[in-house]
Structure formats: structure tokens, C-alpha cells
């Protein structure tokens, strides 16, 4: 299992314990690149300052997954910035 989503590119839009689950997948490289997406700008943006620090890639999108305009947003403008999205957490 180890290595599985080297290489890969993440939305992650969980939270809890997934959410620390994800960001750690993240920050040991496990997840080459991702996107944070939460409804708080701010939170979203200190996570991305987290992952920079650890030497992996993350931007901020936010907006609400109960809006579909929104969710259609997001994944634009992830994608946007990565070129791909592979996994969904």
C-alpha cells in the first residue's frame, strides 16, 4: 500500500480525524499535490501553509459542497492549478 498515491493529485474535503489522516498522507509525500477545501478561508489557507512547510504542494479552494456551483468551482480551479485530480478524500 505504501506509495499508492505517489505521484497522484488529492481534493480533500474531509474533516476529523480523515482530515488529519489526509494531511498527514500529504505532508510524508504520500500525495504528491492537493487542494484544501473548506468553507473558512483562513483554515484552508493555514493547511496549505502546513503542507509548504513540509515540503509537499497544496492550494486553498473554498466555498460550500452543499452548492453545486460551488463544488464545480473547486475542482476547476484544482485542477487548474494541478492539471489532474485523482483521488477524492
Do not use: P
Not at 487542494?35 to 489557507?45: E, G, Q, T, V, Y
Amino acid at each position: 500500500m505504501a506509495g499508492r498515491l505517489k505521484g497522484k493529485v488529492a481534493l480533500i474535503r474531509a474533516r476529523g480525524w480523515a482530515w488529519g489522516a489526509s494531511l498527514g498522507a500529504l505532508r510524508r509525500g504520500r500525495c504528491a499535490r492537493g487542494w484544501r477545501r473548506d468553507i473558512n478561508a483562513k483554515a484552508a489557507a493555514e493547511t496549505v501553509d502546513l503542507v509548504g512547510k513540509a515540503g509537499g504542494q497544496a492550494v486553498a479552494v473554498t466555498g460550500d459542497v452543499a452548492v453545486e456551483a460551488d463544488v464545480k468551482r473547486m475542482v476547476e480551479e484544482g485542477v487548474g492549478a494541478f492539471g489532474a485530480l485523482h483521488v477524492l478524500l
